[in-house]
Nanobody, 124 residues
Framework: QVQLVESGGGLAQAGDSPRLSCEAS????????MAWFRQAPGKVREFVAA????????WYGNSVKGRFTISRDNAKATVYLQMNSLKPEDTANYLC?????????????????WGQGTQVTVSS
C-alpha cells in the first residue's frame, strides 16, 4: 500500500481557486485509481472526484461537477484537486485515497489507502 499526504488546504474565501496536492510514497501510483473525498464535522464522508490510472477517465460528485478538476502526475507520484468557485459548503477535511481497479470509484469501501486529510475552510 502507498502512503498518502495531502497539502494545500487552509482558509479561503468564497470564489477562490486553491489547488490541493496528494503526494504518495512507498510505491508507484501508476497502478492505482486515485480519488478525493471530503468530510465535514458530523457528516458522512462524501465522494469528490476520482481519476483512472492513465488519466483516461474522471468521475465527479454532483456537488463539485463543473467546479473542481482532478489530475495526476504519475512520475511525481502526485494527485491534484483544482478547486474553483469555492463555496462555504465546500468547507471540509479533504482526503486522498488510492484503490486498485475499483468497481465503484465513488465508494469509500473500495479504497484501502487513505491520507490524513487537509482542512479547507471557506468563508462567505
Amino acid at each position: 500500500q502507498v502512503q498518502l499526504v495531502e497539502s494545500g488546504g487552509g482558509l479561503a474565501q468564497a470564489g477562490d481557486s486553491p489547488r490541493l496536492s496528494c503526494e504518495a510514497s512507498g510505491g508507484s501510483i501508476a497502478t492505482y485509481t486515485m480519488a478525493w473525498f471530503r468530510q465535514a464535522p458530523g457528516k458522512v464522508r462524501e465522494f469528490v472526484a476520482a481519476i483512472s490510472r492513465g488519466s483516461f477517465t474522471t468521475w465527479y460528485g454532483n456537488s463539485v461537477k463543473g467546479r473542481f478538476t482532478i489530475s495526476r502526475d504519475n512520475a511525481k507520484a502526485t494527485v491534484y484537486l483544482q478547486m474553483n468557485s469555492l463555496k462555504p459548503e465546500d468547507t471540509a477535511n479533504y482526503l486522498c485515497a488510492a484503490a486498485k481497479s475499483p468497481a465503484r470509484p465513488s465508494a469509500t469501501y473500495e479504497y484501502n489507502s487513505w491520507g490524513q486529510g487537509t482542512q479547507v475552510t471557506v468563508s462567505s
